[in-house]
């Protein structure tokens, strides 16, 4: 543990393989949304927005929606599942009281 400011304790963590590997995907993810967020403000730069365009820009929000609504479930759980095995190793949860946490 090291020290930050005044008195104040800090801890450092490291990256595990796992964690890298669920890092790199996030980022990929982050940027799969940012250019499609980037594609559809050029559609919209020219001016007028056309039916077929606010259509085709509907329907894309309807699946971007619930893709992130998936990947935002995926990491709530990922976050539940770690810290039932932190619980573990720590001895307060039994294996079988931390299979509670898993779907």
């Known amino acids: 543990m090291g020290r930050v400011g005044h008195k104040r304790k800090a801890k ?3 990256l595990t393989a796992a964690g890298r590997r669920r890092l790199q995907s996030e980022t990929e993810k982050w940027n799969r949304m940012a250019d499609v967020i980037a594609e559809s403000c050029a559609l ?3 001016g007028s927005v056309t039916l077929w365009s606010r259509s085709v820009s509907g329907a894309q929000e ?3 929606r619930s893709r992130i609504e998936s990947e935002m479930d995926a990491e709530l759980r ?3 599942e770690a810290y039932a095995e932190d ?3 720590r001895g307060v949860l039994s294996p ?3 299979a ?3 779907p």
């Open 12 to 14: 450092y963590y490291r």
């Open 44 to 46: 919209h730069r020219g």
């Open 62 to 64: 309807i699946l971007r």
């Open 78 to 80: 990922f976050h539940i």
């Open 87 to 89: 619980l573990v190793r």
């Open 96 to 98: 079988r009281g931390a």
């Open 100 to 102: 509670a946490f898993s």
